[in-house]
Protein backbone atom coordinates (compact mmCIF):
# COMPACT_ATOMS: atom_id res chain seq x y z
CA UNK A 1 0.00 0.00 0.00
CA UNK A 2 1.76 3.34 -1.07
CA UNK A 3 2.90 5.68 1.68
CA UNK A 4 -0.10 8.42 1.78
CA UNK A 5 -2.69 5.76 1.13
CA UNK A 6 -1.60 4.18 4.32
CA UNK A 7 -1.32 7.00 6.97
CA UNK A 8 -4.42 8.20 5.83
CA UNK A 9 -6.30 4.82 6.89
CA UNK A 10 -3.95 4.41 9.99
CA UNK A 11 -4.63 7.95 11.57
CA UNK A 12 -8.20 8.95 10.08
CA UNK A 13 -9.45 9.42 13.38
CA UNK A 14 -6.98 12.67 13.50
CA UNK A 15 -8.45 13.81 10.24
CA UNK A 16 -11.93 12.73 11.86
CA UNK A 17 -11.86 14.69 15.13
CA UNK A 18 -9.94 17.36 13.29
CA UNK A 19 -12.88 17.84 10.30
CA UNK A 20 -14.28 20.65 11.81
CA UNK A 21 -11.99 21.30 14.55
CA UNK A 22 -13.07 24.20 17.07
CA UNK A 23 -16.01 22.83 18.68
CA UNK A 24 -14.39 18.95 19.02
CA UNK A 25 -11.16 20.50 20.10
CA UNK A 26 -13.24 22.84 22.21
CA UNK A 27 -14.97 19.70 24.22
CA UNK A 28 -11.65 17.46 24.16
CA UNK A 29 -9.86 16.67 27.18
CA UNK A 30 -5.75 17.10 28.04
CA UNK A 31 -4.73 13.35 27.68
CA UNK A 32 -7.24 13.74 23.84
CA UNK A 33 -5.53 16.78 22.78
CA UNK A 34 -2.01 15.22 23.65
CA UNK A 35 -2.73 12.09 21.94
CA UNK A 36 -4.16 13.89 18.88
CA UNK A 37 -1.28 16.13 18.09
CA UNK A 38 1.15 13.38 18.78
CA UNK A 39 -0.74 11.66 16.41
CA UNK A 40 -0.63 14.44 13.87
CA UNK A 41 2.91 15.39 14.22
CA UNK A 42 4.06 11.22 13.76
CA UNK A 43 1.72 11.28 10.65
CA UNK A 44 3.52 14.59 9.26
CA UNK A 45 7.03 12.89 10.20
CA UNK A 46 6.19 9.65 8.43
CA UNK A 47 5.03 11.65 5.13
CA UNK A 48 7.83 13.72 4.99
CA UNK A 49 9.90 10.95 4.85
CA UNK A 50 8.26 9.18 1.87
CA UNK A 51 7.20 12.40 0.00
CA UNK A 52 10.05 12.73 -2.14
CA UNK A 53 9.08 9.54 -4.33
CA UNK A 54 5.03 11.14 -4.13
CA UNK A 55 4.24 11.89 -7.63
CA UNK A 56 0.78 13.41 -8.73
CA UNK A 57 -2.15 12.72 -6.77
CA UNK A 58 -0.19 10.84 -3.88
CA UNK A 59 2.23 14.36 -3.55
CA UNK A 60 -1.26 16.47 -3.39
CA UNK A 61 -2.63 14.23 -0.50
CA UNK A 62 0.44 13.88 1.70
CA UNK A 63 0.89 17.96 1.34
CA UNK A 64 -3.36 18.12 1.93
CA UNK A 65 -2.63 15.94 5.05
CA UNK A 66 0.28 18.08 6.35
CA UNK A 67 -1.13 21.48 5.80
CA UNK A 68 -4.81 20.40 7.34
CA UNK A 69 -2.57 19.91 10.37
CA UNK A 70 -0.45 22.29 10.48
CA UNK A 71 -3.58 24.54 10.54
CA UNK A 72 -4.97 22.63 13.48
CA UNK A 73 -1.68 22.61 15.52
CA UNK A 74 -2.40 25.84 18.09
CA UNK A 75 -5.86 24.83 19.04
CA UNK A 76 -4.37 20.99 20.07
CA UNK A 77 -2.07 23.16 22.51
CA UNK A 78 -4.68 24.54 24.56
CA UNK A 79 -3.05 26.49 27.72
CA UNK A 80 -1.45 23.48 29.83
CA UNK A 81 -2.30 20.42 27.82
CA UNK A 82 0.63 18.06 29.10
CA UNK A 83 0.44 15.46 30.51
CA UNK A 84 2.96 11.91 30.83
CA UNK A 85 2.48 11.20 27.25
CA UNK A 86 3.39 14.18 26.23
CA UNK A 87 6.87 15.91 25.40
CA UNK A 88 5.64 19.73 25.51
CA UNK A 89 7.02 22.02 27.87
CA UNK A 90 5.02 24.69 29.68
CA UNK A 91 7.39 27.40 27.96
CA UNK A 92 5.27 26.71 24.68
CA UNK A 93 2.77 28.72 26.75
CA UNK A 94 5.08 31.52 27.98
CA UNK A 95 6.34 31.79 24.75
CA UNK A 96 3.16 31.81 22.45
CA UNK A 97 3.64 34.25 19.62
CA UNK A 98 6.75 32.32 19.41
CA UNK A 99 5.55 29.22 19.23
CA UNK A 100 2.52 30.15 16.84
CA UNK A 101 4.60 31.92 14.48
CA UNK A 102 6.81 28.66 14.33
CA UNK A 103 3.46 26.72 12.93
CA UNK A 104 1.91 29.81 10.64
CA UNK A 105 5.73 29.69 9.36
CA UNK A 106 5.81 26.09 8.92
CA UNK A 107 1.75 26.16 7.40
CA UNK A 108 3.33 28.23 4.95
CA UNK A 109 5.75 25.98 3.98
CA UNK A 110 3.28 23.14 3.56
CA UNK A 111 0.98 25.54 1.30
CA UNK A 112 4.03 25.79 -0.90
CA UNK A 113 4.44 22.23 -0.67
CA UNK A 114 0.54 21.63 -1.51
CA UNK A 115 0.77 24.30 -4.61
CA UNK A 116 4.14 22.40 -5.89
CA UNK A 117 2.54 19.11 -5.82
CA UNK A 118 -0.24 20.38 -7.67
CA UNK A 119 1.64 22.36 -10.08
CA UNK A 120 3.58 19.10 -10.73
CA UNK A 121 6.83 21.15 -9.73
CA UNK A 122 9.12 18.62 -8.86
CA UNK A 123 11.82 21.01 -8.18
CA UNK A 124 9.70 23.59 -5.95
CA UNK A 125 7.95 20.53 -4.55
CA UNK A 126 11.68 18.97 -3.02
CA UNK A 127 12.45 22.28 -1.69
CA UNK A 128 9.30 22.77 0.48
CA UNK A 129 9.63 19.23 2.19
CA UNK A 130 13.03 20.52 2.94
CA UNK A 131 12.12 23.93 3.79
CA UNK A 132 9.19 21.78 6.39
CA UNK A 133 11.87 19.52 8.07
CA UNK A 134 14.45 21.97 9.35
CA UNK A 135 12.06 24.28 11.36
CA UNK A 136 10.21 20.66 12.67
CA UNK A 137 13.17 20.01 14.63
CA UNK A 138 13.80 23.54 15.78
CA UNK A 139 10.54 23.91 17.40
CA UNK A 140 11.09 20.14 19.12
CA UNK A 141 14.63 21.46 20.44
CA UNK A 142 13.00 25.11 22.01
CA UNK A 143 9.14 23.32 22.82
CA UNK A 144 9.73 19.54 23.73
CA UNK A 145 11.45 17.51 25.64
CA UNK A 146 13.89 15.74 23.66
CA UNK A 147 14.63 12.25 25.06
Not at 76 to 92: E, M, N, Q, W, Y
Not at 100 to 122: D, F, S, V
Request: charged share 20%; proline share 3%.
Amino acid sequence: MRLAAWLGAALIVVAAALASAAPVVAAMTDAQLVATRVAAMKQDGMLLRGAKSLTGQEAIDAATIILKNFTNFPALFRKGSITADSRALPVIWENWGDFTARLAAEKANAQAMLAAAKAGNKKAYLAAIEDLKRPCSNCHLAYARVF
